[in-house]
């Protein structure tokens, strides 16, 4: 649950960061930099911690005989999202983006370096929600599947 939380927790920051950066910092271009930089440490985060909660839904999960194949299921595809968006979806945002040769601002948005690079970024907003959301699925799951060691007498 602790990675799990971790993961959740910089994603939605990176989320709520996002908007606001772009509202506070007068370029488009320098608010792009600062998140194209937090994304990739998101990112080699979500390459770490997808193995390690495989690890711990071995480790931690098998032993109480609570079905993982769910869990198993979400963590890959968590995983996935975040190699998609670091690997390929990040680095070609910043290809595109270094080949205009100029700031964001300043390019006309009809062009086709525009629309490739909007529609590369609607993808890794889509990556982003999707693991945020994958993330929030596994911390039910193991909310409910955890049973109390002790009662000490108090029923809830």
């Not at 990675?3 to 920051?13: K, R, Y």
């Not at 495989?54 to 079905?67: D, N, R």
Request: hydrophobic letters at 55%; zero cysteines; a neutral charge.
């Amino acid at each position: 649950m602790l990675v799990t939380s971790l993961w959740l927790g910089a994603s939605v920051f990176f989320m709520v960061l996002a908007p606001t950066l772009f509202d506070v910092v007068s370029s488009r271009h320098e608010a792009t930099e600062v998140l194209t930089e937090a994304l990739a440490k998101i990112d080699l985060f979500g390459i770490v911690a997808g193995p390690l909660l495989f690890v711990t839904l071995i480790a931690g999960w098998l032993p109480l005989q609570t079905p993982l194949r769910l869990r198993a299921l979400i963590t890959f595809g968590m995983t996935v999202a975040v190699g998609v968006s670091g690997q390929w979806v990040t680095p070609r945002l910043e290809a595109i983006q270094s080949a205009m040769g100029r700031p964001l601002q300043d390019m006309d948005p009809t062009s086709v370096a525009m629309l490739e690079y909007d529609q590369l970024h609607t993808v890794s907003s889509g990556l982003m929600v999707f693991h945020v959301a994958a993330a929030l699925v596994l911390l039910v799951l193991a909310v409910r599947s955890s049973k109390p060691k002790r009662s000490f007498g108090i029923e809830l």
